[in-house]
């Protein structure tokens, strides 16, 4: 079993910056997933970003006003904490993020995917 509790959201103006943590407890395998996901009220979860942690490769949302190029996914194993920071923030950008676990290495975008999930954390991002 795997826990996660997402942290670091807040309100912040358009422009500004925050950082999201996802802190895992429980036995994470260097073959898992992490993945980070919104949902926007009225709208369906979203894929964000991806990566394995044991790092490498990442995987970040492709669709119109992709957040590539201003946010990032790490991971510091030590601390089996997973982050994604989140730079030029946007009004469109607001949500409840969620950071989820999945038990294979290979990086998916949809959410069934996934086997744990955190409980989320608000960004409201003001115009």
């Known amino acids: 079993q795997v826990q996660l509790v997402d942290s670091g959201g807040g309100l912040v103006q358009a422009g500004g910056s925050l950082r999201l943590s996802c802190e895992a407890s429980?036995?994470?395998?260097?073959?898992?997933?992490i993945g980070w996901f919104r949902q926007a009220p009225g709208k369906e979860r979203e894929f964000v970003a991806a990566?394995?942690?044991?790092?490498?490769?990442?995987?970040?949302?492709d669709y119109t006003d992709s957040v590539r190029g201003r946010f990032t996914i790490s991971r510091d194993n030590a601390k089996k904490t997973a982050y994604l920071q989140m730079n030029g923030l946007k009004p469109e950008d607001t949500a409840v993020y969620y950071c989820?676990?999945?038990?294979?290495?290979?990086?998916?975008?949809?959410?069934?995917?996934?086997?744990?999930w955190g409980q989320g954390t608000q960004v409201t991002v003001s115009s």
């Open positions: 429980g036995r994470i395998s260097g073959t898992y997933t």
């Open positions: 990566m394995r942690w044991t790092g490498g490769s990442t995987y970040y949302a």
């Open positions: 989820a676990v999945r038990e294979r290495s290979d990086l998916v975008s949809y959410f069934p995917g996934y086997n744990y």
